[in-house]
């Protein structure tokens, strides 16, 4: 194993939808052959155009009464709703959902920070693999071989602090899989599979931080699994394998 | 924000109860003022003797009868429970524990692989703080000024794929709060609290690995905020406030 280096991307301007995302961190990187590209999935939201003007949306008579109840926004209540497909945990204030990617956290992944105006909302990108595969496409056209990491911070059981863990990938196996190996001794090991596109978000993080305005960071050095067909799917539990659901 | 590097420490012989990891560490890799010395639990288990020979252990009844329904080791299996203080699942083959410490994971985190001989386990350190702390203050007695986080690698709820996450904290506060703090719109951050020890964790990991030998990372760059008193504590949820309990 050699030296990793997580570089941060300064310099990105406030992010419009249409954007060329992979071009404009081109511009302000010089990459490398390998290098992987860990993008802050709100910067793709904005790029993407996933804000949703509170205006817009209608609150359910659902919505309508747990927002009274807990002092909320019953139209950003709807939103949540709307951007699930299932509530895993309803408790005081708390919403936990499972999106309609499969992905479990608060608020359906929801930001009402930063999106621009108190009134509009961002939520996930529809499709973070593909978003993933189109920052890479644009990025190889200008002649970077790259892998692409989308991110966002969410929360976890049992542990207090949220951290940055992968919700759309390209070009890069999510799992480095340990399954039939044997240690020095013969045994095999504990670890069977590492999420080594989580820990490439978190690696991520710590030179972006959540209030720096470095929505990208170029993780170099690190040897992954290239893998041109890469999905998310694979890091999704399946509910049936799952004892917290 | 600069760069972050992540260094191996390679070389490392095999680890035997009574070894001064700190020492060992400073001997094979150029430490600098505020590097974060990220250490695997498990050869902080082998230098403070946490092994049990399985030829010592008497399994309870219940041990016997669910080791034998999923054909385990009934004596892994005791010691299993003896390292926890309550089973938070138990599902099938699957045994996800909270330990003494108050960490949620598989089997409290003990360890048949790697560990010297089949009939020996290692254990999770008693108090990983204490174990940060005292390599902290073997590397601060050689004149580095450094913070330690030792880590283990653990499963999750909805994810698969393990990552490494932090046990214990010597000289680093473990979360980066954003309480209070707002964005250029001026709203609050989605993010309250991210936990910058796991971070940490998972970016070693990246260099380490589970089978390439290099237990220990040194992360260099990162900023953080430094706190003499530092403990793994404030990671941990209250389970009045854990909705996965």
Redesign the interface.
Known sequence: ????????V?GLPEIAAGDDLGSMVAERVELEAGDVVVVTSKIVSKAEGCAIELADVTPSAFAEAWASTWDKDPRVVEVVLQQSRRVV?Q?GP?L?TETHHG??CANSGV????????ERILTLPGDPDASARRIRAALRALGHQVAVVVTD?FG??????????AIGVAGIH???S?IG?V???G??????????????A??G????????R?PVAV?RG?EYEPDEDATIA????DASR????
Chains 1, 2 share one sequence.
């Open positions: 194993m050699s030296e990793v280096r997580i570089l941060p300064a945990r408790a708390v936990i992905f479990v930001d009402q920070s930063s999106s621009g105006a108190h911070t976890r059981p049992w542990r207090e602090g949220q951290t940055d863990i999510p799992l480095r340990y190996e240690d020095p001794h045994h095999e090991f504990r670890v069977q599979e590492i999420c080594v596109a989580d820990e490439l978190a690696a993080e710590l030179v972006k931080g959540n209030t720096s470095v993780i690190f694979p890091v999704l539990r799952d004892l917290f659901r």
